[in-house]
Nanobody, 121 residues
Framework: QVQLVESGGGLVQPGGSLRLSCAAS????????MGWYRQALGKQRELVAL???????NYADSVKDRFTISRDNAKNTVYLQMNSLKPEDTAVYYC???????????????WGQGTQVTVSS
């Protein structure tokens, strides 16, 4: 079993900052890409940022130059630093990881439970 646990959400004023963390635990051989998605009320889940195990980081256009994704492979943890937050960033944020549990395993996607981010004055 693999678990992803997010933390760091909350209420912040427009222009403020938050840092989300997501730690993966359990039976893990390798984690490939890790990412953050969000789902606002009444909308579909969308990609916010994706960081592969090697290669180019991808950001949604709406968060470029405001959000920064990073990862600590030794801790199986991915972070999302969110600056200059706007009301339209309000959503439940989910982390995702592509995990192989053993050498010959197929990679499977795992999701965290979600953390609420609310940007409001």
């Amino acid at each position: 079993q693999v678990q992803l646990v997010e933390s760091g959400g909350g209420l912040v004023q427009p222009g403020g900052s938050l840092r989300l963390s997501c730690a993966a635990s359990g039976s893990i051989f390798r984690i490939n890409a890790m990412g953050w998605y969000r789902q606002a009320l009444g909308k579909q889940r969308e990609l916010v940022a994706l960081i592969p195990s090697g290669g180019r980081i991808n950001y949604a256009d709406s968060v470029k130059d405001r959000f920064t994704i990073s990862r600590d492979n030794a801790k199986n943890t991915v972070y999302l630093q969110m600056n200059s937050l706007k009301p339209e960033d309000t959503a439940v944020y989910y982390c995702n990881a592509g995990v192989k549990q053993y050498l010959r395993d197929n990679e499977r996607p795992y999701w965290g439970q979600g953390t609420q981010v609310t940007v409001s004055s």
